[in-house]
C-alpha cells in the first residue's frame, strides 16, 4: 500500500486518482501512419481496440509485444501484407504522446495536501512509457490494470486503487476522459470528474489548491 498524506480533514479528497490516456497525454492521429503504409483510415484503431483484441493486453492475459503482433496480424488479414503491417504497427508503436505538462504541475501541488494515483488501462509496457516520458515521478503510485487482472470499469478497479493510496473510496477523486469509467467510479462512491477541459479540472481541483 502507497503511503497517503495526511490530508486535512476539512478537504474534500485525500487522494485524486487520474487516468493516463486522454487526460494525462495525447496521442497524435494515426493518419498519416495510415496513409504512408497503404491502410484504410481508421485501420489501426480499429484492430488496435477491438475489445476482443485490447482487452487480454489491458488486464495482463497478454504481454504488449504480444498485443501488438496481433494487431500487426489482424492489418495483414486486411490488407494483404504483412510487411506493410508489420512496418504500420512499428511506426504506430514509436509514436510518443503529448504530455500536457501544465496538468503534471497541478498534480504536483495536490502531491503538497494529498496522495495522487495514475490509475490507466494499460499494457505491460505503460511502466516503461511512463518513465520514458518522464511520467514516472508524476504520482505517488501508479494503478497500471494489466498488473492486477482487471480493467476500468470493473468496480475492482477502483476499490484496488483506493486500497492501493490508503484511502476511503468516498474520500477520493477520480479523473477519466470516459463517461463509463466515470459512472463507475461514483457507483464504487467515489467523487468523479469526467475530462474534457483542463480548466473543469483545475476547478474540481481548487479546494486541494487554493490553500
Known amino acids: 500500500m502507497t503511503q497517503s498524506h495526511p490530508a486535512h480533514p476539512s478537504l474534500p479528497y485525500a487522494a485524486v486518482l487520474c487516468d493516463v490516456d486522454g487526460v494525462l497525454r495525447h496521442w497524435p492521429a494515426d493518419t498519416e501512419i495510415e496513409q504512408a503504409h497503404?491502410?484504410?483510415a481508421g485501420a489501426l484503431a480499429?484492430?488496435?481496440f477491438a475489445s476482443a483484441r485490447v482487452l487480454p493486453a489491458i488486464t495482463g492475459e497478454i504481454t504488449d509485444e504480444q498485443w501488438r503482433s496481433a494487431v500487426a496480424a489482424d492489418l495483414a488479414a486486411g490488407c494483404g501484407s504483412q510487411q506493410r503491417a508489420r512496418a504500420a504497427v512499428a511506426a504506430w508503436t514509436e509514436r510518443a504522446p503529448f504530455v500536457d505538462q501544465e496538468l503534471v504541475g497541478l498534480l504536483a501541488r495536490v502531491r503538497d495536501v494529498a496522495t495522487v494515483a495514475l490509475v490507466a488501462n494499460g499494457?505491460?509496457?505503460l511502466e516503461q512509457d511512463l518513465a520514458r516520458q518522464g511520467l514516472d515521478t508524476a504520482a505517488d503510485t501508479v494503478v497500471?490494470?494489466?498488473?492486477?487482472?482487471?480493467?476500468?470499469?470493473?468496480s475492482r478497479v477502483f476499490r484496488i486503487a483506493a486500497e492501493r493510496v490508503g484511502v476511503a473510496t468516498d474520500r477520493c477523486l477520480f479523473i477519466d476522459d470516459i463517461a463509463a469509467n466515470v459512472t463507475a467510479a461514483r457507483d464504487a462512491g467515489m467523487t468523479a470528474l469526467h475530462y474534457r477541459r483542463l480548466d473543469e479540472l483545475r476547478m474540481a481541483l481548487a479546494p486541494l489548491l487554493d490553500l
Request: no cysteine; hydrophobic share 40%; glycine share 10%.
Open 123 to 125: 499494457t505491460t509496457r
Open 144 to 154: 497500471n490494470t494489466a498488473r492486477i487482472g482487471v480493467a476500468k470499469p470493473d
Open 38 to 40: 497503404g491502410l484504410p
Open 46 to 48: 480499429a484492430a488496435a
